[in-house]
């Protein structure tokens, strides 16, 4: 690794260890990753750094590390784009580990963000600091982001009540827990934690199970990279099998709501009505999940980001689309008093985010509920046969088997009622294990699959500044006349995350990384699915307890994908972009809007381009159909009467736009519905 790595780093800015030492510090940053996502990593590396991984890439006999550096310049570069799908995934994954750690390094960091965090400094762009004021003192012209309040009741403020602790962090215990509860929650993202307060405001007994850390609003400090690794799911490496699709899932107290943009939209209501057509979902009509959606909306406090508050990102799709004569608007975010840091994806250290961690937890535990952190479950046991029917009496009783990470400390809790809550990836996993898969668990996974197209602009566009995503441009969002179409936003772009997300590798690549300040990047998301009749992803568990993610585009979702990048060039040069260029490996430079037509022509097979998904749904999908879905439309478990799902997973379709509000409208409002159908169980 270390002779693929000193090519791959060529021209990079120097961090002054030596490249022996990257590559331990790559060794660590793999620990994160599961063992057989670890040795199938280590597999790849062995592939290339062979004789056969070198007769892929040109003609000879010798290893990798006994090749001179032209020759050795010249396998990264057919490895890159190779015709086998193996290798070009597993050079894409040793590039993009490379490059990530090596960016973040502090001293590589400091030449590439002298800047640093805004909380150790002044404001050095107009869109970074507080929202401002007019001249006469008065909000900023359009302004209706709330105001900061002077002080609000956090969790770290509810560590206990009247003596009783309510939040207990699994590493402090000394000896095993086992305990009774009327409702046993697990996780606590946009869909758990919803769910948890819901049902301490109507009296059960809560306990809360979260496999992910509590970390307070202070240990976000902008470090990017160690944040990333302890906030995201896999230490933020976790991608489908195929490393084609790379997952960006929260692994924390308040799950995904922690490190997510903001953005709040409400489900599409032609989205709405396909699920009552289609997946038979009841009480879900657009004049249903109106009052549903306003309630959430006041809850995060969402508030419209003013005209003159977006970013130079969000600059660009704004005015880019108007020149165009394209739908675009300005998003509401959650937040209270936003310092618009651009720190949003690795932690809120304002507590301006209103996550679940800062509103729907601490409003669980005030009414009596328990948190146990960093305590992974490991199964669903059913303690008591089922011989009530689905609306009579009490619902037989489970057993949640935990484990405290790191530890053979286990949580063991029984409770008749479980809401499983631990994300599309999580949740058809523990069902799978504790023997309730089977029919439509695992199935149907729903990624909108994003891949971004970036501008070079003679103006400071600094993308790693201001409120990250405060724009949609949804012109395309039901193309050619379907209700399946894409959509175009802006991510975030700190250095080490941009190191893996840009193209290529040596001079090329630092070439890219030195001009960050002036690069502006569009995403372009895909509403996956268009054919539905079938599946093109799913999430599974083999005998070894392996986790397996499988996802493959469509051909009709790729071409959405396709015609996304086009459309995404276009915004970027009515924006003022002199060039614009894509992800791919080998992708020439894009200089006008006539050139941009053919990017609907390039390839999106797995890692010729790599894409990317905080969106991760799907999987144990809202249906009839057992065969087919996971939960029934009230969320249940199709055949496990008391085993209830609240997170994205019960997603019938994707969406079309992002999924937070959505899985927290649907959350409160199955939650309603379990409530009026069991009476508490424990007294």
Not at 32 to 52: E, I, M, T, Y
Not at 381 to 393: H, I, L
Not at 448 to 471: C, D, F, Q, W
Not at 492 to 521: I, T
């Amino acid at each position: 690794m270390a002779a693929m790595a000193s090519v791959m780093l060529e021209g990079a800015p120097p961090s002054g260890e030596s490249v022996d030492a990257l590559v331990v510090r790559c060794v660590q940053r793999l620990t994160s990753l599961p063992l057989h996502r670890r040795a199938r990593f280590v597999q790849g590396l062995d592939l290339l750094a062979s004789r056969a991984g070198v007769m892929v890439a040109m003609s000879g006999v010798r290893p990798f590390v006994a090749l001179s550096r032209p020759a050795q310049q010249r396998c990264l570069e057919a490895w890159a784009d190779s015709s086998l799908p193996l290798v070009r995934a597993s050079f894409q994954s040793i590039r993009r580990l490379v490059l990530s750690v090596h960016y973040a390094h502090p001293g590589v960091m400091r030449i590439v963000d002298p800047s640093g965090p805004l909380h150790a400094r002044t404001a050095q762009v107009p869109w970074e600091g507080p929202i401002p004021s007019t001249s006469d003192g008065a909000p900023s012209a359009v302004a209706t982001l709330p105001v900061a309040e002077p002080s609000r009741l956090a969790i770290h403020d509810l560590v206990a009540d009247s003596g009783v602790e309510r939040m207990v962090v699994g590493s402090t215990l000394t000896q095993d827990v086992h305990r009774r509860a009327d409702v046993v929650v697990i996780g606590t993202g946009a869909g758990g934690a919803v769910a948890a307060a819901r049902l301490a405001a109507a009296g059960y007994e809560v306990v809360m199970l979260e496999s992910g850390d509590w970390h307070p609003p202070t240990s976000f400090d902008g470090d990017e990279p160690a944040l990333m690794e302890r906030l995201y799911a896999d230490g933020a490496l976790r991608t489908t099998d195929d490393a084609g699709v790379a997952l960006l899932q929260g692994h924390a107290v308040g799950g995904s709501s922690l490190v997510n943009w903001m953005i709040m939209l409400r489900t599409p209501s032609y989205v709405l009505d396909e699920w009552g057509r289609d997946a038979g979902t009841v009480g879900m009509t657009p004049h249903d999940m109106a009052p549903v959606f306003e309630r959430i909306e006041r809850e995060v406090r969402a508030g419209l980001v003013p005209e003159d508050a977006h970013s130079a990102n969000n600059r660009i799709v704004l005015d880019g689309a108007r020149a165009l004569g394209w739908r675009v608007s300005a998003g509401r975010i959650n937040a209270v008093g936003c310092h618009r840091c651009g720190m949003c994806g690795v932690g809120c250290r304002y507590e301006a985010k209103q996550s679940t961690a800062v509103v729907h937890v601490p409003a669980a535990l005030r009414d009596g509920a328990m948190l146990y952190s960093g305590v992974g479950v490991e199964r669903i046991e059913q303690r008591e046969r089922d011989q009530g029917s689905p609306r009579a009496g009490i619902p037989p009783l489970k057993r949640v088997h935990a484990r405290v990470h790191g530890t053979n400390r286990t949580v063991t809790i029984d409770a008749p009622l479980v809401v499983v809550a631990a994300g599309a990836v999580g949740t058809p996993v523990l069902l799978q294990r504790s023997g309730f898969g089977g029919g439509g668990v695992g199935d149907w996974l729903r990624l909108h699959p994003t891949t971004a197209v970036i501008g070079v602009y003679e103006r400071p566009i600094v993308p790693g500044t201001g409120i990250p995503l405060s724009t949609m441009c949804d012109e395309f969002i039901q193309w050619q006349g379907s209700d399946y179409g894409f959509w175009i936003e802006t991510p975030p772009m700190l250095p080490s995350f941009a190191a893996a997300v840009l193209p290529g590798h040596g001079p090329s690549h630092a070439a890219r990384m030195q001009m960050l300040p002036q690069l502006g990047v569009l995403i372009g998301l895909t509403r996956d699915g268009a054919e539905t009749t079938h599946s093109s992803g799913r999430v599974g568990v083999d005998r070894q307890g392996r986790v397996s993610i499988r996802y493959r585009l469509t051909g009709s979702d790729a071409r959405r994908v396709q015609a996304s990048l086009t459309a995404m060039a276009r915004l970027h040069f009515a924006a003022g972009a002199q060039e614009v260029g894509t992800l791919h490996a080998h992708a020439p430079t894009i200089r006008s809007v006539e050139e941009a037509a053919q990017l609907s022509t390039w390839s999106v097979a797995p890692n010729r381009m790599p894409l990317f998904s905080a969106h991760v749904n799907g999987t144990c999908r809202i249906g009839t159909d057992p065969a087919t879905s996971g939960a029934t439309p009230d969320g249940e478990r199709h055949g496990v009467r008391g085993l209830y799902i609240s997170d994205g997973s019960l997603l019938p379709t994707a969406l079309g736009v992002n999924p937070q509000e959505t899985i927290m409208s649907i959350a409160s409002l199955l939650t309603d519905r379990l409530v009026s159908q069991h009476r508490r169980v424990t007294q």
